[in-house]
């Protein structure tokens, strides 16, 4: 399991959810991990003492994706904790979800700003890293609802497709130097906030499924294995879809 052996990973928003099975599963292949929270500082120290048993270095950040100069900021810090750093996954996301009709103006400010802001912040933080050993691997996480769009969630589906636009783009500008810009896009996946729904809604969603079960966090942490690693050198400006089939 040394796919990812003497890389490190930055990771947003990894205490909870997809981003700490993230952490998990890049370190298990071998990577360095410096991952960020915003508020969840219990779930930080724990999820740092877990990645501690895989031999890897490993550092936890507070620091706010959607703030320009906290990014900034963040990434000196890890350049002088870590000496280097070889990829990057934006994964720090949240939803406020409501029909357009009832979405407040600080609703749609809020999702844009966290989740598509994040990603210029941070994507523009590595650039000049990444530019000066010409090499380096963005991952952007964001959903097939940005691909397909979602009632209730006009603003989370808007920042969504947003960072496929932006991804692409990246892509284009900097492929010529040997980095990487691709998204991974998770349809239903199965977390601690999909336990408290009704299981006749949740085997309703697994049937509407071609591969008839909802996603688990491992499922979406593997692509990014993939697209972190060198398997995938000559791939960028994709979207992987990890949704089992469902949006075919
Ligand atoms: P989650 O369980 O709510 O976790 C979100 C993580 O992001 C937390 O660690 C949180 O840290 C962090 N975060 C939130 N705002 C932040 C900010 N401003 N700066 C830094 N970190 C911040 O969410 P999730 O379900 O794992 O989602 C992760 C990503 O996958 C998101 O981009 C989401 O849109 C995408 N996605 C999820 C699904 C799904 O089914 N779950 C499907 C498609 C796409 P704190 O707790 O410390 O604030």
Same mark, same amino acid.
């Given at each position: *399991? /040394?796919? $990812?052996?003497?890389?490190?990973?930055?990771?947003?928003?990894? %205490?909870?959810?997809?981003?700490?099975?993230?952490?998990?599963?890049?370190?298990? &292949?071998? #990577?360095?991990?410096?991952?960020?929270?915003? %508020?969840?500082?219990?779930?930080?120290?724990?999820?740092?003492?877990?990645?501690?048993?895989?031999?890897?270095?490993?550092?936890?950040?507070?620091?706010?994706?959607?703030?320009?100069?906290? %990014?900034?900021?963040?990434?000196?810090?890890?350049?002088?904790?870590?000496?280097?750093?070889?990829?990057?996954?934006?994964?720090?996301?949240?939803?406020?979800?409501?029909?357009? *009709?009832?979405? /407040?103006?600080?609703?749609?400010?809020?999702?844009?700003?966290?989740?598509?802001?994040?990603?210029?912040? *941070? #994507?523009?933080?590595?650039?000049?890293?990444? $530019?000066?050993?010409?090499?380096?691997?963005?991952?952007?996480?964001?959903?097939?609802?940005?691909?397909?769009? &979602?009632?209730?969630?006009?603003?989370?589906?808007?920042?969504?497709?947003?960072?496929?636009?932006? #991804?692409?783009?990246?892509?284009?500008?900097?492929? %010529?130097?040997?980095?990487?810009?691709?998204?991974?896009?998770?349809?239903?996946?199965?977390?601690?906030?999909?336990?408290?729904?009704?299981?006749?809604?949740?085997?309703?969603?697994? &049937?509407?499924?071609?591969?008839?079960?909802?996603?688990?966090?491992? /499922?979406?942490?593997?692509?990014?294995?993939? $697209?972190?690693?060198?398997?995938?050198?000559?791939?960028?400006?994709?979207?992987?879809?990890?949704?089992?089939? *469902?949006?075919?």
């Amino acid at each position: *399991m /040394d796919l $990812l052996k003497n890389k490190t990973t930055i990771i947003t928003g990894a %205490s909870r959810g997809i981003g700490r099975g993230i952490a998990l599963i890049l370190a298990k &292949n071998g #990577s360095n991990i410096a991952f960020t929270y915003k %508020s969840s500082e219990n779930e930080a120290i724990s999820l740092e003492l877990e990645l501690n048993n895989y031999n890897v270095k490993v550092k936890k950040y507070k620091s706010d994706a959607s703030d320009f100069k906290q %990014s900034e900021k963040l990434i000196s810090e890890i350049i002088n904790d870590f000496g280097d750093f070889d990829v990057l996954i934006n994964n720090a996301g949240i939803t406020k979800d409501n029909l357009l *009709m009832r979405m /407040d103006e600080k609703d749609f400010d809020n999702v844009i700003k966290v989740n598509l802001k994040s990603v210029f912040n *941070m #994507s523009k933080g590595v650039q000049r890293h990444f $530019l000066k050993k010409r090499n380096g691997s963005i991952i952007h996480i964001s959903s097939i609802v940005g691909l397909k769009g &979602n009632a209730g969630q006009t603003n989370y589906a808007a920042s969504k497709a947003g960072v496929i636009g932006f #991804s692409k783009s990246l892509a284009l500008e900097l492929g %010529s130097r040997n980095i990487r810009s691709n998204v991974v896009a998770p349809g239903f996946i199965e977390t601690e906030m999909t336990s408290n729904l009704d299981e006749n809604v949740l085997k309703e969603w697994r &049937n509407s499924i071609p591969l008839k079960r909802g996603g688990t966090v491992s /499922d979406v942490a593997n692509a990014c294995v993939f $697209l972190a690693s060198d398997l995938s050198d000559y791939i960028t400006g994709q979207v992987l879809q990890v949704d089992g089939g *469902m949006l075919t």
